[in-house]
């Protein structure tokens, strides 16, 4: 580490070791500046995978989907139903992967002539497949069932189901163990018999991994000449659900994934989705959708369908052909949204208010309630995942059960945690990946499942409180701080887990001015004795040091940590620093 001195924002700051040699040559046989070349080394970009990096294509980067096993075996049943125009039921999740994906699904059927029945299990049915999802089939008549974004180790119900006659097919992306469902087919790129030849499909979102199946199963039925009589769908117009499924699961941005956001895009950005479009207009996007627009922008809304409404709703306006019924189905989404932000402040304040009464016994953060609602307790363990820097368990407990959500920090993997919990017998059910999971338990079982968590933390991470790090990826002059750096970065986009935007180190700068702008915003200008000037901004840090020492700075120098920014004003764009953390200069 550059050196373990607490920043005025609580981190220690870690700058990037990087391979000159390797960035010198990739800068010179792919033509990039020095300073792109050294955040690819910086993001682990081989030399042989720049070209994929920066022009990530989906047809270069997707393999043929058979590589995956049992997605031959599931396409040719799916098309064999599809051809006979027999009944299909699909099994979703409520948030919004499983919406995204499930929506997938349904306009591809839809485009097909079959009308799938959907069935999104509320939170209080609970997560996965259920024997009432299966009893509604039954009755419709329905065979042939698929469940995306779920399935995986849901034993008990996919045996009885599949023991009664049901043809199950699993599309997930979840953690799996040794023993699979006795079902028809399991396309999971993390089944543990999987060879790993492609280790980035074991990245992919439900949404991603289901767009690999419809590849397949449209492969399948135009060898089977059915769309002599039928018009074939455009698969590309699905890439918008894709990459909304992609980002708001937070899978790491890296390999296929690229390729699926990158895409998606530039198809969500031409509105042919009624629904998103209703969506982006009621959230008041009206710029060109990034990555930062999915995740913090358009998935929030659908979420909060799953969190505190219908969670049917979000597939429903995915997939809706009426604008009509986009248009109040979006107004619908903002209500809900505002509603879950009301309830997640109020379980949030309650959490703090808990952890912070008690000993903190383990590197962890554990808390629970009665009157919490199950809904936000997901966004609420990643607050305080940020808040105190240690992985977060929040529980909602209910007359019959106790449901849980947790996020995580590097170095324990949730998904890890939670098989060996089950298999302790101290959770009844559960499953995650490595930064996210849900769970539940009985309410006697709580005292024991703290415990185990608490020492299985304590085993990975130690018991020392561990500062947060921040991964500063380069070091800059201000002079450097540039458009053309800022063209630059973009090359690096779409942004988010995995391929964070990047963090600059700009040392020794002067403060030149500084005022409080908005609700608790510092904005200034930092200079430097060498010579250059950049406006920057530190958001919500009026009551902080950070904002502290930007409104008292008399001439001292500081170190900052921040990310480039442009926006486009009158024709001219305008580069700005966005403040993450601030050091006095030594």
């Not at 043929?64 to 009944?87: C, N, S, W």
């Not at 200079?527 to 001292?556: M, Y």
Request: negative net charge.
């Amino acid at each position: 580490m550059e050196n373990q001195q607490v920043s005025l924002g609580g981190n220690i700051w870690k700058t990037a070791e990087i391979d000159d040699s390797l960035a010198d040559r990739m800068a010179l046989t792919y033509n990039l500046s020095g300073s792109l070349a050294r955040l690819l080394c910086v993001r682990g970009v081989s030399f042989e995978e720049v070209d994929n990096f920066i022009n990530p294509k989906i047809q270069k980067l997707m393999p043929d989907p058979y590589v995956l096993k049992d997605m031959q075996k599931a396409a040719e049943r799916v098309a064999e139903t599809v051809i006979k125009g027999e009944k299909i039921a699909v099994i979703g999740d409520y948030d919004v992967d499983g919406a995204t994906s499930t929506s997938e699904l349904l306009r591809f059927f839809r485009n097909t002539g079959i009308m799938p029945q959907i069935h999104i299990p509320s939170r209080e049915e609970g997560y996965g497949p259920s024997d009432l999802a299966f009893a509604e089939f039954k009755a419709a008549g329905v065979k042939l069932v698929i469940t995306i974004d779920c399935g995986t180790t849901a034993f008990d119900v996919l045996n009885r189901a599949a023991a009664e006659g049901f043809d199950i097919i699993v599309i997930d992306h979840h953690e799996a163990e040794a023993v699979l469902p006795a079902v028809y087919a399991v396309v999971n790129p993390k089944r543990l018999d999987e060879d790993g030849r492609y280790p980035y499909l074991a990245y992919m979102s439900a949404a991603g991994v289901g767009f690999m199946f419809l590849v397949a199963l449209n492969r399948v039925l135009r060898q089977r000449g059915f769309y002599e009589t039928h018009k074939a769908p455009d698969l590309m117009e699905l890439l918008d659900l894709v990459a909304l499924g992609t980002v708001c699961d937070v899978v790491p941005l890296l390999g296929l994934n690229r390729a699926y956001v990158r895409q998606g895009l530039k198809i969500m950005a031409q509105q042919h989705n009624i629904g998103l479009k209703s969506l982006m207009k009621a959230a008041e996007l009206d710029s060109t959708p990034r990555s930062y627009h999915l995740g913090f922008v358009l998935g929030p809304r659908i979420n909060a369908c799953g969190r505190v409404g219908d969670a049917a709703l979000g597939s429903r306006l995915l997939c809706t052909e009426n604008e009509e019924e986009a248009q109040r189905l979006a107004a619908k989404f903002n209500g809900f949204n505002a509603e879950r932000k009301d309830i997640e402040n109020y379980v949030l304040l309650q959490a703090i208010e808990q952890i912070e009464s008690q000993i903190m016994e383990y590197p962890m953060a554990f808390a629970y309630g009665d009157d919490w609602h199950q809904g936000v307790i997901g966004i609420v363990a990643g607050k305080l995942k940020e808040r105190y820097n240690v992985p977060a368990f929040v529980m909602s407990v209910e007359p019959d059960e106790v449901k849980g959500s947790a996020r995580s920090v590097e170095g324990i993997d949730l998904g890890a945690l939670i098989i060996a919990a089950k298999e302790k017998g101290v959770i009844t059910a559960g499953g995650g990946h490595i930064m996210a999971a849900g769970f539940s338990l009985t309410t006697e079982q709580i005292p024991a499942f703290r415990e185990f968590v608490g020492e299985y933390i304590t085993k990975h991470l130690g018991k020392e409180k561990i500062a947060p790090v921040l991964h500063i990826d380069l070091t800059l002059a201000l002079s450097g701080i540039t458009e053309e750096l800022a063209d630059n970065l973009s090359l690096l986009e779409p942004f988010g887990a995995g391929n964070p935007e990047p963090l600059v180190l700009i040392k020794n700068v002067c403060v030149n001015y500084a005022k409080v702008v908005g609700s608790g915003h510092v904005s200034c200008m930092f200079g430097s004795p060498r010579g250059g000037k950049v406006k920057a901004i530190a958001f919500r840090c009026t009551d902080n040091d950070i904002g502290s020492a930007l409104l008292n700075a008399k001439g001292e120098l500081f170190d900052v940590v921040g990310q480039i920014k442009t926006d486009t004003w009158q024709g001219r764009k305008n580069i700005q620093i966005v403040i993450n953390d601030l050091k006095r200069a030594e």
